[in-house]
Every structure is written in structure tokens, then in C-alpha cells.
């Protein structure tokens, strides 16, 4: 496997790839790798020539007080993973190699960007698409892989990739979870060992209001305002009830445009962000439309 450090190198590696008509897979990370980052891997490895792997933690998408200075790093046992995996490249450049002294030109996130995630996180998925695509311009690649869990991050880049004419095939590629429910992050690092047990209330949060919409969906195809806020409400004590931690947000929402929704019938995604201490964890669920059998993965 090779390690490149720098735009240049990148460029004259992906020139050579583009000549012999190689069909490259990406992935792009911030490192500190887990078995869900190891599955997009593999996804690109069925389909690709070529994968290659980018780790870089992204200051542009953390705010002023979130944790990009204590953010796990650990670049040599990510490229033994990633020598174990199979991936053909690593791509890890130092920030100034992707990140200008003065930045003029900037991606602007409308509607998209502006809930869930980005209603506390206000410039945080502008600082994933400024990323995002430089890292598409340099590696070109044919598909890109991104995990469920991250659901809003992918919508936006997809919307970015459309809107910008990016010739990329995107992926998503399902949330890989600990045998509990647990959605894996890097962040559960942060997790002492009674957080980690109380963490399980996120995944089971989410799995109530699915079951509670799959029975509703059953004799209604409307829930209306009064009614998600009496059943989301009821998610809101189940939170209450575990030790130091508070409902960042908790939505149902339509998967067209993530936003608020009556129709349940169509397509749904419910999503979460819990805070177990000062550890913010995410996870959500794709309910397909009408089915009254989808049950949630997550215990
Ligand atoms: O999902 C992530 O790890 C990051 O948001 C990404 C896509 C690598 C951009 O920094």
C-alpha cells in the first residue's frame, strides 16, 4: 500500500490511474478507523480497480467548542488497517496541503444544512463540502462511499455532487453497529464505561419510534404535529430517565429533503442526537415507504 502526503504527489498518481482507464474507489475518512469505515472499504474493493482512502480530521467542520483539538488520531494503526484491508492508497496530507491561509471562494449549504445536525452544528456541513470536494477534485474518483449513519452528510454531498456537476457515483453504505445496537464512531472512544451502557439509549430511542410508526401506519397515513410531539415526547422522558445525558434533537422527517413531515406513508428517517455526558452521538433509521414490517437493527 502506498501513503501520500501531498496534492502533488496525488495529482501525478491519479493522472496515471486516469490513463490506464482505472476505475477508483474512495473513501473518505478522518481516520481513527473502525469496522465502519472497514466496510465502505470493502464496498469499494467489489467494485473498484482501485481503492483509496483519505485521512484527514477536517477543522473546517468543527465549531469553536467541539472537539477537533482532542478528536482520536491514531494514523499508524489506520494504515495497518488499511494495508490489512486491501486498500491500494492512503491519501493523508497536514492541513496546509488542503486548507489555505485565506479562503475566498465557499460552498454554501441552504435548507439541507440548516436542521438536525445543523441546527447546533451551524457551519458544519459548509466546512464537510469545502472538504469534500477539494478531495473529489484531487482523486477523481469514479464512486465515492459514505456511511448511513452520517444520513444528512450524505444527502448534501449528494445534492453538492448534483448541483456541481461532480462526476462521482455516490454510495451509502449501512450503519455497522455493535452486537447491543450500537452504532460504531470514533467518538464512543470518549465513552467511560457506564456512558457506553447508557449510550444504548440512543439506538433504543430510535427503535421505539419506528415500531410506534409502523403500528400507526397500519390504520393512518397522517401524524400530525400534535401527535408526533406527544410520541416524541414520550422518547424524551425514556432520555430523561438516564444519567447526564440530553436530546440534542430527535425528528421524524421526510427522506426527499429531511425535512418535517405528516406523511407517513412515504419514505421516513428518524433520526437522533443524543449527548451522553459531553459525547454527542448520532444514529437514524431509513423506514421505506408503507411497510408495516420494518423493524429497526438497533436493539
Ligand atoms: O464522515 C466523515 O468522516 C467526514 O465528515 C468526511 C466525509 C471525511 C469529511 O471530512
Given at each position: 500500500m502506498e501513503t501520500i502526503y501531498t496534492r502533488i504527489a496525488l495529482q501525478n498518481k491519479i493522472q496515471q490511474l486516469k490513463q490506464q482507464n482505472t476505475v477508483i474507489g474512495f473513501v473518505p475518512t478522518m481516520g481513527f478507523l473502525h469496522d465502519g469505515h472497514l466496510s465502505l472499504i470493502d464496498e469499494a474493493r467489489k467494485i473498484c480497480d482501485v481503492v483509496i482512502v483519505s485521512i484527514f480530521v477536517n477543522p473546517l467542520q468543527f465549531g469553536p467548542n467541539e472537539d477537533f483539538n482532542n478528536y482520536p488520531r491514531a494514523l499508524e494503526r489506520d494504515l495497518k488497517l488499511c494495508t490489512n484491508r486491501g486498500v491500494d492508497l492512503v491519501f493523508a496530507p497536514p492541513a496546509e496541503e488542503l486548507i489555505a491561509?485565506?479562503?475566498?471562494v465557499v460552498l454554501n449549504v441552504s435548507q439541507l444544512g440548516t436542521n438536525l445536525c445543523g441546527k447546533s452544528r451551524p457551519n458544519h456541513f459548509q466546512g464537510v463540502c469545502a472538504i469534500v470536494n477539494k478531495l473529489f477534485n484531487l482523486v477523481q474518483p469514479n464512486y465515492a462511499f459514505f456511511g448511513q449513519k452520517d444520513i444528512q452528510q450524505f444527502k448534501i454531498i449528494e445534492r453538492m455532487v448534483n448541483d456541481l456537476f461532480i462526476p462521482v457515483k455516490l454510495k451509502m453504505v449501512k450503519t455497522v453497529r455493535n452486537s447491543d445496537g450500537l452504532a460504531l464512531s470514533s467518538r464512543n472512544k470518549y465513552l467511560s464505561v457506564e456512558q457506553r451502557q447508557h449510550a444504548l439509549i440512543v439506538p433504543q430511542v430510535i427503535a421505539f419510534i419506528v415500531s410506534q410508526i409502523v403500528k400507526l401506519r397500519e390504520s393512518q397515513s397522517q401524524l400530525t404535529q400534535e401527535q408526533q410531539e406527544i410520541l416524541l415526547g414520550q422518547v424524551k422522558d425514556m432520555v430523561a430517565k438516564i444519567p447526564d445525558s440530553r436530546v440534542d434533537y430527535m425528528e421524524i422527517v421526510s427522506s426527499n429533503n429531511l425535512q418535517y413531515t405528516e406523511d407517513i406513508k412515504q419514505e421516513l428517517i428518524i433520526a437522533a442526537a443524543i449527548f451522553i455526558g459531553s459525547t454527542r452521538l448520532i444514529d437514524n433509521h431509513i423506514l421505506s415507504a408503507k411497510s408495516c414490517e420494518d423493524t429497526f437493527i438497533g436493539k
Open positions: 491561509q485565506e479562503t475566498l
